[in-house]
């Protein structure tokens, strides 16, 4: 399955691997996530952390026992929306700043080989000129 979209969305490979397994398995503990993903429980403790506060994933306690389980794989799609949404509110005053540029900067570009040499001349220049004043 190419899930390199979700990884263009800001999930990192552990929490793609994760959320996936847990679409898979469905309501579950800690443990089956680990076994079946073979992530190490550190990796996989984080990835459901982060998950959870992108809202891919919820946590549920029976007892001492902490249950996840995942969004439905729709969420991603609301996720989306909302984002676009938020970027949409941002565009006008992003677009404002950019008009309020007066001045394009300018740029010189070197070669690698010349761009010490150039540049310590040019200071060289400058001190001298600096101690005939």
Do not use: C
Not at 9 to 30: H, N, R
Not at 85 to 97: D, H, N
């Amino acid at each position: 399955m190419d899930t390199s979209i979700l990884e263009e969305l800001g999930l990192s490979k552990g929490e793609i691997t994760v959320y996936t397994t847990l679409l898979s398995l469905g309501t579950t503990k800690v443990g089956p996530i680990i076994e079946k993903s073979a992530m190490a429980s550190s990796a996989v403790h984080n990835a459901l952390h982060t998950l959870i506060n992108k809202g891919f994933v919820s946590s549920i306690k029976k007892g001492k026992i902490s249950f996840y389980q995942p969004a439905p794989a729709r969420y991603i799609g609301k996720f989306i929306e909302q984002k676009k949404q938020r970027f949409l509110e941002l565009l006008p005053e992003l677009e404002a700043k950019e008009k309020k540029q007066d001045k394009k900067q300018e740029a010189e570009v070197f070669q690698r080989a010349w761009v010490m040499p150039l540049f310590e001349a040019e200071r060289l220049q400058t001190a001298f000129v600096v101690l005939q004043e």
